[in-house]
């Protein structure tokens, strides 16, 4: 089966840094997306994930070890408007579809 | 670049109404489109996965028959509910993949559908 788990909420304090983590079991792999949703909004592109390690893009960085089924995504110096949804999406080998978790919603405090 | 566009933004139709949701990929060719809907609190689920010029191909549990989509070009695909009742009320969001996005996925903004 499928099965995409990520925390459900998170607080943070604004400027501090925050790790969301997500772990999966899919049947295959080709990729990992992490997305951001503000509320009432589509989700935007974040980073991707495909071959295990650390990409880093400015105050977001992602990671991914693929033997352990496990990605986390790290904000830095957080901000207000970085309170969102994080979605984490595993991409299966075949199909290409995305399969995605339910969700952390992030919350930052002054 | 990769932008993607749907429109309505929102919508509210009496029950039994059809709804068309256009979704357009305004600066690439999407080989490859996806609906989702997503209702409050939850994550998105997917609903069908179109590829231009070919039948769409629907997730387990999605009525094809109620959910009519349509790829007809690489820049446009349509989703059309059909026979609206207020269950189908839900934020509808499309996403699109080409050649020239590599791997990712695009989403566009959403549509909004109420039915009363």
């Known amino acids: 089966g499928q099965n995409i788990d990520q925390p459900t909420e998170m607080t943070a304090t604004e400027g501090a840094i925050v790790q969301i983590n997500c772990t999966y079991q899919?049947?295959?792999?080709?990729?990992l997306f992490w997305y951001q949703q503000h509320a009432g909004e589509a989700p935007t592109f974040l980073s991707y994930n495909v071959l295990d390690g650390l990409e880093e893009k400015g105050r977001f960085s992602s990671f991914l070890s693929r033997s352990k089924g496990y990605s986390y995504l790290l904000l830095k110096e957080l901000q207000m408007k970085d309170s969102a949804s994080y979605l984490c999406a595993v991409r299966g080998s075949n199909t290409g579809k995305l399969i995605f978790g339910q969700g952390t919603t992030l919350q930052v405090k002054p | 670049g990769a932008v993607v566009s749907q429109h309505p933004s929102w919508v509210i139709c009496k029950s039994g109404t059809s709804v068309k949701i256009e979704c357009r990929s305004l600066?690439?060719?999407?080989?490859?489109m996806f609906w989702y809907r997503q209702f409050p609190k939850q994550s998105l689920m997917l609903m069908a996965t179109s590829n231009e010029g070919s039948k769409a191909t629907y997730e387990q549990g999605v009525e094809k028959d109620k959910f009519l989509i349509n790829h007809a070009s690489l820049t446009l695909s349509t989703l059309t509910v059909t026979s609206a009742h207020p269950e189908d009320s839900s934020f509808y969001i499309c996403?699109?993949?080409?050649?020239?996005?590599?791997?990712?996925?695009?989403f566009g903004p959403g549509t909004r559908l109420l039915v009363l």
């Open positions: 600066d690439f060719q999407a080989t490859t």
């Open positions: 996403s699109a993949r080409g050649a020239w996005t590599q791997e990712t996925q695009y």
């Open positions: 899919t049947s295959g792999f080709n990729g």
